[in-house]
């Protein structure tokens, strides 16, 4: 199997506009809860959510025009580009190199804009941002901008998405299908996503508290993240800076219920030891796991479970940390945000801070994120988890 490394990083969030910056505001301890002002949310339990700032600039020139763009095709834009110009690609490798993408709400807000236009009795409902707002679109969107001609696949696998689409990247180069991978999830705030998720009472009216007794619900997000994957001797080739690896990658399904995670974590389980073996690496290799860590009451049980089976009493020794805290639940751009930050973990020794938790669990009481937060990691691979509605459940291992 070839060895898969990352040439291009690119991250946009509530904390900051690229990688870097979002990195040192994660370090720092900083969280980016505040009211959300892109939708009406009166009559809901939660009015809060980590949200992108307004200031957001507009795309490079040469793209879609701005107001044609969907905030999301925004996002994913920033970031995409961001990875592209770190990896510093040769025109015809951009050209042909696949796309691995993963979303859930796609360009959503798009058709809540046509439908509060119709509702409202509005003669120019704007049929071009009805038709813009399906998934499809936001990949057409970074093709045209970047001049990608590759094949391109969207994944839709809830929250597990962007681990999954990373997996999907790294799959095609190890066998050999491509030598060169743009991955990446992107994802905007939605008013339909964000009411859905506060009618089932997910939402946390305070603050979210991953892996505390006390937890009482997520914080959505938004944001994006990109990667470009190579072959290393695609890399070598080339003479590309090399930021990290992709080491391993598992994912698993228990179907045990639609929005609820099995009790017992046996999906979680499955995914992280199937990536374990990818990597031909024991548990107790893990330095640092950027957890999936919602701070909802059933998620944090079950995947604390996972943790306690898989890692044993060497999870006195790894330090895991849910960076969710911070910017949120980002759906269908999490896992690749934050396989991002557990790779900018691995390259840098420091494990981003776990925020809010006061009570752990007694699973996690010994974890070192969770205790120390300050405290240098030992040098070792790192891993990255997401569990996804309806069972889907992926593990990415990672190195410097």
């Known amino acids: 199997m070839k060895k898969v490394v990352v040439t291009g990083m690119g991250m946009v969030s509530p904390l900051g506009p690229d990688t870097e910056t979002t990195w040192r505001a994660i370090l720092s301890g900083a969280s980016a809860r505040g009211p959300v002002d892109l939708f009406e949310t009166e009559g809901c339990r939660c009015r809060e959510a980590a949200q992108v700032p307004l200031s957001l600039p507009p795309p490079a020139p040469?793209?879609?025009?701005?107001?044609?763009?969907?905030?999301?095709?925004?996002?994913?834009?920033?970031?995409?580009?961001e990875a592209l110009r770190h990896a510093a690609l040769p025109a015809p490798v951009a050209a042909a190199i696949p796309l691995s993408l993963s979303t859930t709400g796609g360009a959503m807000e798009w058709g809540e804009h046509f439908l509060r236009r119709a509702l409202a009795g509005s003669r120019t409902r704007k049929l071009a941002q009805l038709a813009r707002y399906q998934p499809q679109q936001q990949v057409l969107d970074l093709r045209q901008a970047f001049g990608l001609g590759g094949p391109?696949?969207?994944?839709?696998?809830?929250?597990?998405?962007?681990?999954?689409a990373i997996g999907h990247g790294f799959d095609l180069i190890q066998c050999g299908m491509a030598e060169c991978v743009l991955v990446g999830g992107y994802e905007a705030l939605a008013e339909l996503i964000f009411v859905g998720f506060d009618c089932l009472q997910s939402l946390s009216g305070t603050r979210c508290r991953p892996f505390d007794l006390n937890r009482d619900g997520l914080m959505l997000g938004e944001g994006a993240a990109f990667l470009v994957l190579e072959s290393e001797a695609h890399a070598l080739a080339r003479g590309a800076a090399r930021i990290g690896s992709i080491l391993g990658y598992g994912q698993a399904l228990d179907l045990h219920h639609l929005t609820q995670p099995a009790p017992a974590g046996t999906a979680l389980i499955a995914a992280m030891r199937s990536a374990l073996k990818g990597a031909s690496l024991p548990p107790e290799a893990i330095s640092y796991v950027n957890a999936h860590g919602t701070g909802t009451p059933m998620n944090d049980g079950s995947e604390a479970a996972a943790y306690a089976e898989v890692f044993g009493p060497a999870l006195a020794r790894i330090a895991v940390s849910s960076t969710k805290a911070a910017i949120g639940h980002t759906l269908g751009a999490a896992g690749s945000i934050e396989a991002c930050l557990a790779l900018l973990t691995a390259r840098d020794g420091t494990p981003p801070p776990q925020l809010f938790n006061e009570t752990p669990l007694p699973e996690m009481a010994a974890s070192l994120a969770l205790t120390h937060a300050s405290?240098?990691?030992?040098?070792?691979?790192?891993?990255?988890?997401?569990?996804?509605?309806?069972?889907?459940?992926?593990?990415?291992?990672?190195?410097?």
């Open 375 to 400: 405290a240098p990691l030992k040098p070792g691979p790192v891993m990255s988890v997401n569990l996804g509605f309806g069972g889907s459940n992926a593990a990415l291992v990672l190195g410097p």
């Open 62 to 81: 040469g793209s879609k025009k701005e107001q044609r763009l969907s905030r999301a095709s925004r996002l994913a834009l920033l970031a995409a580009g």
């Open 152 to 164: 391109s696949t969207l994944m839709a696998n809830a929250c597990a998405s962007g681990a999954n």
